[in-house]
């Protein structure tokens, strides 16, 4: 059974970054094909893929914010960490991490998401 | 990108109603188009993958259909459980993008 739990704060302030690790279990980064995604979802708005990271630490970005995201993962821990430099009030959403496998590309299953406030 | 158009943003529908919703791709995607339920408050749950095939657990009133650019998610009769919102995504290419959700409330 593959679960995955995310941590970080709730709480950031404008300009700060944003760091949130994704911590799994029932599956290896080290597995071929194996994938991990931040999906972040504003209150009330729709879901948006932020990054993907692959077995093979294949990267992928939005292209609208990949100047301020970094993925890495660490398989050691099963955790991936995220992390979203310069945060505004726009950022302000639940993040959820989610499994995923590189071919076919669905999301499943997801974590159960944490709230990230930007305010000052 | 690709762009996801669902179609309704919201439908109001009774306990035993067949619902359909549809989702448009800004271009051919095959079958890589899934479908999730997102229960207020909850994290999204995969009902239907490759655009055709039950998640397993998931009742068989879902359904999905569909390829190239035009797919579409029917519930043969609509339960209570139901209500929620609604939203597909595609894998052809990344970025993976969803469509912006079709809130499916009580009539």
């Known amino acids: 059974q593959i679960t995955l739990k995310e941590s970080g704060p709730t709480l950031v302030k404008p300009t700060q970054t944003l760091t949130l690790t994704c911590t799994f279990s029932g599956f290896s980064l080290k597995t071929r094909g194996m994938g991990v995604g931040w999906i972040r979802q504003p209150p009330g708005k729709a879901l948006e893929c932020l990054a993907l990271?692959?077995?093979?630490?294949?990267?992928r970005y939005s292209p609208s914010l990949k100047s301020r995201l970094t993925i890495t993962k660490d398989t050691s821990k099963n955790q991936v960490v995220f992390t979203m430099t310069n945060m505004d009030p726009v950022d302000t959403a639940t993040y959820y991490c989610a499994h995923t496998i590189m071919t076919p590309g669905w999301f499943d299953p997801w974590g159960q998401g944490t709230l990230v406030t930007v305010s000052s | 990108d690709i762009q996801m158009t669902q179609s309704p943003s919201s439908l109001s529908a009774s306990v035993g109603d067949r619902v359909t919703i549809t989702c448009r791709a800004s271009?051919?995607?095959?079958?890589?188009l899934h479908w999730y339920q997102q229960i207020s408050g909850k994290a999204p749950r995969l009902l239907i993958y490759a655009a055709s095939t039950l998640q397993s657990g998931v009742p068989s009133r879902f359904s999905g259909s569909g390829s190239g650019t035009e797919f579409t998610l029917t519930i043969s009769s609509l339960q209570p459980e139901d209500f929620a919102t609604y939203y597909c995504q595609q894998s052809y290419i990344t970025p993976r993008t969803f469509g912006q959700g079709t809130k499916v409330e009580i009539k």
């Open positions: 271009q051919t995607i095959s079958t890589y």
């Open positions: 990271i692959y077995w093979n630490d294949d990267k």
